[in-house]
């Protein structure tokens, strides 16, 4: 079984992540701002444009963070491998090993998968190979990158707020999460990768990892008790 989490940390630079946040929590304040300055409208309706707009805010922000870290976004919008056409910015990351599609949603509230739209549908075909009971068949194609998504949770007390940033990967099925993390729980990944032991110097191989000092030392003796030295000086001048 693939280590979803891994091959994530493994394909996304921490700082994507955290910028992301920092851009997705700034659109949403900006979207409550714009309706409440200047939309004139009532509690509902100011809802159901805050929505619309913080959503499309988020979705240009998050396409232009992305490409700012080297993700490539679909060419010509079609899903790797299929026939399938994506209308969301979805950028692909390069792994060592597992390439991650990351793309964005907005999820009711928090844990509950995003809905489903022909974009996020074509994502998660991508995910068959994490689910090896629907592997039984060796003819099966068995893709090699994961569709992961970078999910927001609005606040649903205090307006203009997120409740939770987190990322998921969604079953081949589109019926739940095989994977889910807040993005403060999952951040913990990077710092708990080892680190690398500092390779020796190759000039020093050889010289031993031990200094020893030296058994006795040589007593100090002030020049005025050298008479040798003295002696010599007076010659010489």
């Known amino acids: 079984m693939i280590d979803m989490r891994r ?23 900006k979207a409550h701002e714009i309706v409440r300055r200047e939309l004139p409208l009532n509690a509902k309706r100011s809802r159901e444009a805050e929505g619309q707009i913080r959503f499309r805010l988020q979705e240009q922000g998050y396409e232009e963070v ?82 992961a998504l970078f999910l927001t949770a609005r606040d649903r007390e205090r307006a203009g707020l997120i409740e939770e940033i987190a990322i998921g990967v969604i079953g081949s099925d589109y019926q739940d999460f095989i994977f889910y ?15 690398e032991p500092t390779q020796p110097d190759p000039s020093e191989e050889g010289l031993g990892k031990i200094v020893k000092l030296r058994q ?18 007076g010659t010489a001048s």
């Open 66 to 147: 992305v490409q700012a870290h080297g993700g490539h976004l679909l060419v010509n919008g079609v899903m790797l491998g299929t026939d399938l056409k994506v209308f969301q910015p979805f950028a692909r990351f390069a792994g060592p090993d597992i390439g991650v599609v990351l793309g964005f949603a907005t999820m009711p509230e928090r844990r509950k998968v995003p809905p489903k739209n022909m974009s996020r549908a074509a994502g998660v075909t991508l995910n068959l190979h994490l689910q090896p009971s629907l592997l039984d068949d060796e003819n099966t194609p068995r893709p090699t990158d994961m569709f």
């Open 7 to 29: 091959a994530i940390l493994d394909a996304l630079p921490k700082d994507l992540l955290l910028d992301l946040e920092d851009r997705l929590r700034a659109e949403a304040h």
């Open 216 to 233: 006795t030392r040589k007593p100090f003796v002030p020049p005025e008790r050298k008479p040798d030295n003295d002696a010599e000086e």
């Open 181 to 195: 993390e807040s993005l403060e729980k999952f951040m913990g990944g990077y710092a708990a990768d080892p680190v």
